[in-house]
């Protein structure tokens, strides 16, 4: 049974930083890209980073410079770093995963992931 679980989520002010984990379990990790996907009120679910098996990363632009990820393969845990947070990164956090059988398959669109996780909230007041 795969189980994705984040955490780290909360009620922070504008400028501060959170650290978001999401430990999987159920999968070969280190085989995965893994992502992270947010839905803020009445917004569609957008990608905000990924991070590929061999660590190549790609970041939205509304979070890039502000925004780190990085996986754990001991672990089986991926983070997000997050810096200098913004009242519209208000939402919630979920941890995604995907096999990615070719170099050429996507990874940086909701619909690219497989498996999720619950989510996490993060609320960032002004």
């Known amino acids: 049974q795969v189980q994705l679980v984040e955490s780290g989520g909360g009620l922070v002010q504008a400028g501060d930083s959170l650290r978001l984990s999401c430990a999987v379990s159920?999968?070969?990790?280190?085989?995965?890209?893994m992502g992270w996907m947010r839905q803020g009120p009445g917004k569609e679910r957008e990608f905000v980073a990924g991070?590929?098996?061999?660590?190549?990363?790609s970041f939205a632009d509304t979070v890039k410079g502000r925004f780190t990820i990085s996986r754990d393969n001991a672990k089986n845990t991926v983070y997000l770093q997050m810096r200098s947070l913004k009242p519209e990164d208000t939402a919630v956090y979920y941890c995604?995963?995907?096999?990615?059988?070719?170099?050429?398959?996507?990874?940086?669109?909701?619909?690219?992931?497989?498996?999720w996780g619950q989510g996490t909230q993060v609320t960032v007041s002004s």
């Open positions: 991070i590929r098996s061999g660590g190549m990363t």
């Open positions: 159920g999968l070969p990790f280190s085989t995965y890209a």
């Open positions: 995604a995963a995907v096999r990615l059988l070719s170099s050429s398959m996507p990874w940086t669109s909701p619909t690219d992931y497989k498996f």
